[in-house]
């Protein structure tokens, strides 16, 4: 393998289940990373600060905000993107649930959303109306759906 440029690290991804192996600035965010590199952009750049959401994905199963993790930082770690929850023509059921309850709204914060709510649901953080908004509240929906999101939690936690 041929050595790195100055100021470059190989970064070895496995996203979705596929190992990807980047040669990026140590600066790159994971987010940047996943879209401008991997054109994986169903994951968002919303406020770029943390503050959003809508760059939620998972790290070895946890969820992470891509916009505030180095992509070096998680080298060798499993990223799971939204487009990586399908099976196929298949949707997961909470993205399913999304669809029922109409969640989506104008969608630009959903792929965020959906992640957080697998996550929320797999944590066992979906017991209560309440519980579920306390544990989605790092999440920012700009059209006000959060009734019909707080809902296809419920469903995709009832369906589990």
Request: charged share 20%; aromatic share 2%; with cysteine.
């Amino acid at each position: 393998m041929a050595a790195s440029a100055p100021g470059v690290v190989k970064v070895a991804l496995e996203v979705n289940g596929k190992t990807r192996t980047l040669s990026l600035d140590p600066r790159v965010t994971l987010l940047d990373a996943l879209r401008e590199r991997l054109d994986l952009t169903g994951t968002k750049k919303g406020c770029d600060r943390g503050q959003c959401g809508a760059c939620t994905v998972h790290v070895d199963g946890r969820r992470v905000l891509s916009c505030l993790t180095l992509a070096a930082g998680v080298s060798g770690k499993a990223v799971t993107t939204v487009e990586g929850l399908a099976n196929g023509d298949r949707l997961h059921p909470v993205q399913r649930a999304f669809v029922e309850c109409d969640g989506l709204q104008c969608g630009f914060c959903t792929p965020g959303q959906v992640m957080s709510a697998v996550a929320l649901i797999e944590e066992g953080h979906a017991g209560s109306e309440a519980e579920i908004r306390e544990h989605m509240s790092g999440n920012i929906c700009r059209c006000g759906a959060y009734q019909q999101i707080v809902q296809a939690v419920r469903t995709a936690k009832e369906a589990a």
